[in-house]
């Protein structure tokens, strides 16, 4: 595809839309993600407990509860990986029959996109999912090198290998979570996007709506205030 052709089919609003959602996107990423802001988010919080995980783990004994929260957080990436293929797989049959989508465009809007934009549009999409799927994948092989590491943790707390290789699985636990985490922002990325077939304007509106989502999540939530909530004194 030639530059011409790519302006022929992206107006200035297309333009502006699509530049709004990929800085919402990378933005939110980077606040998300930095342990270094004044108001951590609720992923930087949770490494916090991993990592806490992880020594209480070196003296539990036995270990059962913990792997069994381990094959808990492998299920959620195997299915989410599964789903997130089934969608690419819808999504590409789209693609494939964009024709069929401009009469539904039409109905919805006044001057709807042709095939070509449709699949423009949709590629969008495609990339989101693509990109959530990935992370999916990684995110549940991360949590396996976890779950390996934490098999090679000593059972004698006072072993000098038991703490060092407990702090190796916490971090190996964490950029699972910090994957998982990615994953799932695409994938409401991927819903935002589907709106540009109904045009820009639907594309900044559901832009801001999904940005305000994922925001809230992680700075503005109930449970975001229960984990900085100090526990209660014991009896």
């Known amino acids: 595809m030639t530059l011409e052709t790519l302006q022929t089919l ?6 502006l839309a699509l530049l709004l959602l990929l800085l919402a996107w990378f933005m939110l990423a980077h606040m998300i993600e930095d342990p270094r802001r ?6 930087v919080l949770m490494a916090a407990y991993r990592r806490e995980w992880m020594r209480q783990f070196v003296s539990r004994s036995p ?4 792997a069994a929260v381990l094959s808990s957080l492998r299920q959620a990436t195997s299915f989410l990986a599964s789903a997130t293929m089934i969608a690419l797989g819808g999504l590409l049959a789209l693609i ?3 024709e069929r989508l401009v009469g539904v465009t039409e109905d919805l809007v006044a001057a709807g996109p042709d095939a070509r934009q449709i699949e423009l549009r949709l590629l969008l999409s495609l990339g989101f999912l693509t990109h959530a799927f990935l992370k999916f994948l990684w995110s549940n092989r991360l949590f396996g090198y976890s779950s390996i590491v934490m098999s090679a943790v000593p059972n004698d707390p006072e072993d000098p ?3 060092p290789r407990a702090r190796q699985a916490a971090e190996i636990n964490i950029r699972a979570a910090y994957n998982f985490n990615r994953g799932l922002r695409a994938t409401y990325f991927a819903l935002a996007a589907l709106t ?3 045009g820009p304007w639907a594309l900044m509106g559901a832009t801001g709506v999904v ?3 994922v925001w809230s999540r992680d700075f503005a939530s109930r449970s975001r205030a229960v984990l900085l909530d100090p526990p209660p004194p014991l009896d």
Do not use: E, F, Q
């Not at 992206?10 to 333009?15: A, I, K």
């Not at 004044?38 to 992923?43: F, G, L, Q």
């Not at 270990?63 to 913990?66: E, G, N, P, S, V």
């Open 196 to 198: 540009w077939l109904l």
């Open 96 to 98: 494939g029959n964009a």
């Open 161 to 163: 290998l038991a703490h």
């Open 10 to 15: 992206l107006s200035w609003p297309d333009m």
């Open 211 to 213: 940005a305000w989502l």
């Open 38 to 43: 004044a108001k951590p988010s609720v992923t």
């Open 63 to 66: 270990r059962i509860y913990d």
